[in-house]
């Protein structure tokens, strides 16, 4: 079922539209350029870009899925250089070379086909000196060597080292490197990038900057269409409106949808609001994840959904829900934080003064469902 397939697509055929962003991707890694950002909110579809874009152009490249760590509250160094060991070991099989390379780092042994870190402490394997040992790899080949961070903003978590040295080191000095961070966490990505700090390593750095955003109406109409068309059904019309205006344009619960009326063999508005309500599951979880590491400003946080929720979004309209909901009075600063946090994780937008939650399953969740997130 191509493009109601519910995983992260892999082939052109099956990623509909995303002409221009599939483009400057493949565009990018041509050039081997040094740093690519790709970024939107969840479910647009930036994994399926980043493995299109991947299977399609010549280049070898290491995925690092930085998704496991959602949920921590911190993350160590040997975390990630296990997720590193394990990433190169799914890739590494065809590239003995690859392998020569990296067994001259020290701390890293070669076993069979794939590496094993001797350990996972930062004074036994550098991770310079891997990313060094990729890149002159890549340099005898003559290729162009692609290590993707998916879900970058994670790396935010590391405790006791950063990577964004070793991000700049790569920048300047090893040419036959691209480095792509994705992220739908947008602002909290740049947060942790950094770039337009002056005291970040990355300060001035340009790069490459594509965003992923929701379908138009017209789009997810005709996503819908040719979806089921594959499997010769031709839905009603207000069928595939009261989907499109449930579910907005956000390609993942588009597919959700599609996928569950083809598993099901029917095609309804029931089927709409069966999907929603999943969604809506799925979205409160990944609200939750944001809340447990906030504890402390949880029900702000919740308070202030609810008031954006149910159309009190406009500034002073959240301050006074939430001033009643609390019974006191809040400063103007401390909202400005709360809001600016909600924004950086892209779990609210700001558009003309007004906050939207632009996901329209996290808005159900938060009408019909909140009441479990207040305690
Ligand atoms: N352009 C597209 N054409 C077809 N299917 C798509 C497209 N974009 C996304 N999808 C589908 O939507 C779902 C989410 O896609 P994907 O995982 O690539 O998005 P993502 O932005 O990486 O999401 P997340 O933020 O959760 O990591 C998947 O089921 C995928 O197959
Ligand atoms: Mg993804």
């Known amino acids: 079922m191509p493009l109601f397939d519910p995983r992260p697509k892999t082939r052109r055929e099956d990623l509909y539209d995303r002409d221009r962003e599939l483009e400057a991707l493949q565009r990018a890694i041509a050039a081997c350029q040094p740093l690519v950002v790709l970024v939107g909110p969840r479910r647009c579809g930036k994994t399926s870009l980043l493995q299109v874009a991947l299977s399609s152009s010549s280049v070898p490249s290491i995925v690092i899925d930085c998704r496991v760590f959602e949920g921590r509250t911190s993350v160590r160094y040997a975390d990630l250089l296990r997720v590193l060991e394990n990433s190169i070991n799914e890739v590494a099989k065809p590239f003995a070379k690859l392998l020569d390379f ?70 300047d000095y090893l040419r036959n490197l691209c480095l792509i961070f994705t992220g739908s966490m947008v602002g909290m990505l740049y947060r942790f990038l950094k770039l337009d700090n002056p005291s970040s390593p990355l300060y001035g750095r340009s790069f490459v900057r594509i965003e992923l955003g929701p379908f138009t109406k017209e789009e997810s109409r005709d996503f819908l269409h040719r979806g089921f068309q594959e499997y010769g059904l031709e839905p009603p019309s207000d069928v595939i409106e009261y989907a499109v205006e449930k579910l907005g344009g956000i390609p993942g619960w588009l597919t959700l949808f599609g996928y569950t009326a083809v598993t099901r063999g029917r095609v309804d508005r029931a089927i709409v609001d069966e999907v929603l309500d999943i969604a809506s599951s799925i979205a409160l979880e990944e609200l939750k994840h944001f809340l447990e590491l906030r504890y402390q400003a949880a029900k702000r946080y919740v308070a202030i959904l609810k008031a954006i929720a149910q159309g009190f979004n406009t500034w002073s309209k959240i301050k006074r829900f939430l001033e009643i909901e609390e019974g006191a009075r809040i400063s103007d600063s401390d909202l400005y934080l709360l809001l600016k946090n909600l924004i950086d994780a892209s779990i609210i937008r700001k558009t003309n003064n007004e906050y939207i939650i632009h996901d329209p399953a996290l808005k159900y969740a938060i009408l019909k469902k909140g009441s479990i997130l207040a305690k």
């Open 102 to 171: 990296l067994k001259r780092v020290k701390g890293i042994r070669v076993l069979g086909t794939g590496i094993e870190f001797e350990s996972y402490s930062p004074r036994r394997v550098s991770l310079s000196d891997v990313l060094k040992a990729v890149n002159d790899w890549g340099e005898e080949e003559g290729k162009c060597v692609v290590i993707a961070f998916d879900e970058a903003q994670e790396l935010s978590k590391l405790r006791g080292t950063s990577i964004l040295p070793v991000v700049a080191h790569a920048y």
